[in-house]
Antibody
Framework: EVQLVESGGGLVQPGGSLRLSCAAS????????MNWVRQAPGKGLEWLSY????????YYADSVRGRFTISRDNAKNSLYLQMNSLRAEDTAVYYC????????????WGQGTLVTVSS | DIVMTQSPDSLAVSLGERATINCKSS????????????LAWYQQKPGQPPKLLIS???TRESGVPDRFSGSGSRTDFTLTISSLQAEDVAVYYC?????????FGQGTKLEIK
């Protein structure tokens, strides 16, 4: 069974930093591209970042480019999101998402971790 | 970026009736290399993460009831629930994965009339 478990969320002050982690199990992590998607309270879904299975190709949404860094450790079956210069508008539930092996759609989602940016 | 626009924003349908949600992309998501539309539909129930329903515009994910169907091509897509059940109350999102900057529609909230 595919499992994605996010951690690292919490309360942080504006301008601060936070590192999210996603522990993957139930599949060969190194074979799949991964994404981060967030959802602000009461709002829709926003795709944030993509990383290829090998880690060699990375994309970001304009809203986080230059502030957030996606990375992965295939030996540890883990995905990360380093978030710097956090703003109030970054307050959201952050989801770790695994792509399908046959297309770039989001096949499996974690339960999410809440990040609150507030003073 | 490809902009995805869903309509309506909310929808109330009687149990057993048909529900139709539309999704329009600002540019074609049909690939000439494999003749597939890079469009997915997701269902999100309160307090839960989204769940993949349909990929490639019309391919139902394993385990998804056959009352859910997807159609359309290029820029115009539709998610249809043929006979609404109480458990279908949720917010539905479309997403394009044609561009490397994936984008979602704003969501359509489906309720029981």
């Amino acid at each position: 069974e595919v499992q994605l478990v996010e951690s690292g969320g919490g309360l942080v002050q504006p301008g601060g930093s936070l590192r999210l982690s996603c522990a993957a199990s139930g599949f060969t992590f190194s074979n799949f591209a991964m994404n981060w998607v967030r959802q602000a309270p009461g709002k829709g879904l926003e795709w944030l970042s993509y990383i290829r299975s090998s880690g060699t190709t990375i994309y970001y949404a304009d809203s986080v480019r230059g502030r957030f860094t996606i990375s992965r450790d295939n030996a540890k079956n883990s995905l990360y999101l380093q978030m710097n210069s956090l703003r109030a508008e970054d307050t959201a539930v952050y989801y770790c998402v695994r792509e399908s092996g046959s297309g770039s759609y989001s096949q499996y989602w974690g339960q999410g971790t809440l990040v609150t940016v507030s003073s | 970026d490809i902009v995805m626009t869903q309509s309506p924003d909310s929808l109330a349908v009687s149990l057993g009736e048909r529900a139709t949600i539309n999704c329009k992309s600002s540019q074609s998501v049909l690939s000439s290399s494999n003749n597939k539309n890079f469009l997915a539909w997701y269902q999100q129930k309160p307090g839960q993460p989204p769940k993949l329903l349909i990929s490639w515009a019309s391919t139902r994910e394993s385990g998804v009831p056959d009352r859910f169907s997807g159609s359309g091509s290029r820029t115009d897509f539709t998610l249809t629930i043929s006979s609404l059940q109480a458990e279908d109350v949720a917010v539905y999102y479309c997403q394009q994965y044609y561009s490397t900057l994936y984008t979602f529609g704003q969501g359509t909230k489906l309720e029981i009339k």
